[in-house]
């Protein structure tokens, strides 16, 4: 069966740096685009990042471009997320996500299967 395994959260200072990864397995990696979403507590799950199914584009929201960057591997089924200059405001469980298409979709419901999910906090 299809399952993404995230790692990688904790807590980092505002200001600070952490990378996520999320590993794949029981899809053809390389036929998924993969994205980030996160999610605070009394929050709607948001949309953070996002990449195609060959890494050449990827697309992210006001709200962390510039300080987010995600990538991938295709060779390990893996799609990181590096987060830098962190904010209190980053805080929230991060998921990644995968869905079967050429194009990067940026709305939770239309991804296919999700992962369990990483707690990232960010102290001021």
């Known amino acids: 069966q299809v399952q993404l395994v995230e790692s990688g959260g904790g807590l980092v200072q505002a200001g600070g740096s952490l990378r996520l990864s999320c590993a794949a397995s029981?899809?053809?990696?390389?036929?998924?685009?993969m994205g980030w979403f996160r999610q605070a507590p009394g929050k709607e799950r948001e949309f953070v990042a996002g990449i195609n199914r060959s890494g050449t584009r990827t697309y992210y929201p006001d709200s962390v471009k510039g300080r987010f960057t995600i990538s991938r591997d295709n060779a390990k089924n893996t799609v990181y997320l590096q987060m830098n200059s962190l904010k209190p405001e980053d805080t929230a469980v991060y998921y990644c996500?995968?869905?079967?298409?050429?194009?990067?979709?940026?709305?939770?419901?239309?991804?296919?299967?999700w992962g369990q999910g990483t707690q990232v906090t960010v102290s001021s």
């Open positions: 029981g899809v053809t990696f390389s036929t998924y685009a």
């Open positions: 996500a995968a869905v079967y298409t050429m194009q990067i979709f940026t709305i939770a419901r239309d991804y296919d299967y």
